[in-house]
């Protein structure tokens, strides 16, 4: 499904700029963060697997650290859904 989404309906400009400088930026701020922030919020302890951009990059957000937020997948899939930024609400 990602696949899909990125290649067929991801905007081209946003999609160019989740490439190997965007992996770097994702694994180093996993790293200094390694829970889910939501989790963490709600008490709970749960493995960051995601960064997702708070501001989206197609909506003029960037990769600095204030406009990032590490997230497990149930929650990064939770606040895409519910921002509609991904499946088109």
């Known amino acids: ?8 309906e991801r905007d081209p400009f946003s999609n160019k700029r989740y490439g190997r ?21 709600q008490g709970r302890l749960t493995p960051a697997e995601e960064v997702h951009h708070i501001l989206p990059l197609s ?4 990769n600095e650290k204030s406009n990032l937020m590490a997230l ?6 939770r606040i895409t ?9």
């Open 1 to 8: 499904m990602d696949k899909h989404y990125n290649q067929h």
């Open 21 to 41: 400088a965007w992996k770097r930026i994702r694994d180093r701020y996993i790293k200094s963060h390694p829970l889910c922030e939501e989790c963490e919020k």
């Open 59 to 62: 909506k003029g957000g960037g």
């Open 72 to 77: 497990c997948k149930s929650c990064h899939s």
């Open 81 to 89: 859904a519910e921002s509609g930024d991904r499946w088109g609400r």
